[in-house]
């Protein structure tokens, strides 16, 4: 199913277990993320998806409205009523990936529904660098679109070390957004898409691998295509 957050009884049982089991500990995160910062408070991260056992984590721009603001959802989510998150469903679904293995992020986490600044994107840095500080069983980050794209690299001009020592892979691919993928020619519609879908695959390859490089020492494997919002 998708957009399910559109369903008042889904939402009130998402929001009721925001504090349980695997997620728990990143969304008190969250509250401090907005308790210490006056651009309010990012949302939340659901239950349904991997909390601190995730595999993958999903980072794009900056909380849309469907997530965010006062008619968001207030998650993070797949099943937010909207065409991007439930893009992005379907693209999880086709490469294998359950949403109980992905953690979902933004470069800035705060909702501003607009492109952030660099200020901002370095304002995203630490929070990143603590949440991934959360996912002890992490093994690759994938970057959707161009201010993703941005945030990762400065992100990485302070972390590189610690994502290579722990050997975490990262992918970065188009956002599922429809200005990232509307475009008059076909064909590049068609590159697009199957930029996500092979960053997915290969996401998902890394997922699958029955053991983790006991060389941590060694550079992550890294896809980068040409991205866009």
């Known amino acids: 199913m998708a957009r399910r957050m559109r369903d008042k009884d889904f939402r009130d049982d998402q929001w009721a277990r925001r504090y349980t089991g695997k997620v728990e500990r ?13 651009a ?7 239950p349904i998806c991997g909390g601190v056992d995730a595999l993958a984590l999903s980072i794009s721009r900056d909380p849309g409205p469907k997530a965010g603001g006062t008619k968001g959802s207030g998650f993070l989510s797949i099943e937010n009523d909207d065409p ?5 469903g379907q693209f999880f679904d086709q490469a294998g990936i359950g949403y109980a293995e992905v953690v979902p992020w933004n470069a800035y986490p705060w909702y501003i529904n607009s492109d952030p600044t660099t200020d901002q994107l370095l304002a995203g840095a630490e929070p990143l660098r603590d949440l991934i500080g959360l996912l002890p069983r992490l093994r690759v980050v994938l ?3 161009t201010a993703a794209g941005k945030a990762w690299t400065l992100f990485l001009r302070e972390n590189r070390d610690l994502i290579e020592r ?22 590049e519609r068609e590159l697009r898409e199957a930029s996500i879908r092979n960053a997915l695959a290969l996401a998902a390859s890394v997922m699958r691998a029955p053991s983790w490089p006991a060389d941590n020492s060694r550079p992550p494997s890294r896809q980068t295509e040409a991205d866009t919002e």
């Open 84 to 88: 991007s998150a439930e893009r992005m």
């Open 166 to 187: 722990r050997g975490i892979v990262w992918l970065s691919t188009y956002h599922t957004s429809r200005q990232a993928l509307q475009t008059p020619d076909r064909a």
């Open 143 to 145: 970057v959707h679109g």
């Open 40 to 46: 309010g408070h990012p949302p939340y991260i659901p």
């Open 26 to 38: 990143i969304n008190r995160f969250i509250d401090e993320l907005g308790a210490k910062d006056d």
